[in-house]
């Protein structure tokens, strides 16, 4: 079990004598008032606390506010850039994709490294630089030709502020290890909220105002963005370890085939949600019904948004690699559903509720998986996976499209994210079966090098999270197998 100030989480009956303490006021209320509506404010409240809780810790509400208004000139990006290109420049969307690809992109290399950066300079450099990067390009984008600007938006991609991945890692050192489900769960939310406003404003000022000043309103809203995150400086290491810093750690020591096999399941995550969005957007057209687009695709991230509330407040952590087949199974019969809108909307619901606890999944296990010393350049590598991900999503969704009609599509990319999900299986095994090798090795000294301590909790978290054991440890667990197991970590 995992430590929060060195005092254990209770498990078993420990547990749930605790459990049963901090219900009595609750459960007194209930036989002396209104059963019904207690029981109903009982539940309420066991929903909410995991939430309370992480809201409460300092830092915490001001990221997370921060990071939902931060995140909506970025995503208006993207899709502002495109309708510059047809709407302005009078070019088709073959050409306006391209810019689109050049900064996606330039993006994917970028996250990474601007994640190792933080690493190994701090918070403040690395967006200093990124923030005047994107006020030059924001500056000049409207005036540039074509040519000039699908290299800018290269240049500016890899340039891009890290809103996404900054957040994650700060959350991860504001947040201790046994909280940061609810709190990955809540940034899962936010990130829905963001995609839910962004495209809609982005599309209604273009209209209003035309693509050049929007692009100008785009700039001063992502130098805002940068310029917020500068003066609230949120700490990218827990208070622990900047008291025990620790040493840079060697990839060869942290990417490995798991972390391998959990990247690629992120890709197939945001693989299967691009694909379905665009499958979307093909079958109301295809019958008619576009002027329902936006409402259906609202009402599917509304379910994204259910979802990711209702893991966050689980008790247990759910194994992504399950999440993400899961998904991708109830994907697949989507594209039987005939009629209006409506059944579009209710075939949705069982792969909808999945999308953010997927997600939020994927983060929680990074988080737990990698340490500490490398976790920007780990979590840069999750916003690349991402990327790659929405990549190859949409191409894939439009040839089948083209060639077979959206029913077919739905039915491909459910079984194209279940295969690759499947890929991922024997990796994902391979590195349980080595965790649970390396807890038992016998070795006659301990070590207290914290790059071996840091290897190990990963290894102990990663095979409870394969195992279905959930993201703890029994805080029972044998001392002097710990200190063996340590100890082999650091010879390897």
Known sequence: MLLTRGVPEASGPLRAVTEITRARPLIATAVSGDSGRMAAEVKTAMTIEPYRKILGLPGVRALMLV?????????????????HVVNTMHLGYAQAGLVGTAST????????????LIDRHGLRPVLIVTTAAQALFWSIAPQLSYHTLLIGALVAGVLSLPVFSLVRQCIAALI?????????????????????????????????????????????????????????????????????PQAAVPRRQWLRPRLFALLSITAVLTFVLTATDLTLIATLKGSGQETWIGLVIAVWCGYS??????????????SPLLLAAAMGALTIPVGLVGGGWWWLLLALIPSGVLAAPSLSATIDTMSQWVPSAARGEAMGLHGTALTVG?????????????????GWAFAATGAAGLLLTAIALPFWRLAGAGNRTAGTAPVETAS???????????????DAAISGAGSTVPAAADATTTDAARATAAHR
């Open 67 to 83: 990071g939902l208004v931060a995140r909506v000139p970025v995503i208006a990006a993207g899709i502002v850039l495109t309708l």
């Open 105 to 116: 992109l330039g993006t994917a290399i970028g996250s990474p490294l601007a994640g190792r």
């Open 176 to 244: 201790p290890a046994d909280q940061r489900r609810p709190g990955f769960a809540l940034d899962s939310m936010a990130v829905e909220m963001s995609y839910m406003l962004a495209p809609a404003a982005a599309v209604a000022a273009v209209t209003a105002f035309g693509s050049r000043p929007t692009m100008y309103a785009v700039g001063i809203g992502v130098v805002g963005a940068g310029l917020a995150l500068i003066t609230l400086d949120p700490p990218t290491r827990s208070v622990a370890e900047q008291a025990n």
């Open 305 to 318: 948004l259910l979802g990711g509330f209702v893991y966050g407040a689980l008790h247990r952590s759910i």
């Open 390 to 406: 929405v990549a190859a999503g949409a191409p894939f969704a439009g040839s089948i499209i083209d060639a077979h009609g959206p």
């Open 448 to 462: 207290a090098d914290p790059v071996a301590e840091a290897a190990w909790d990963g290894a102990v978290i990663a």
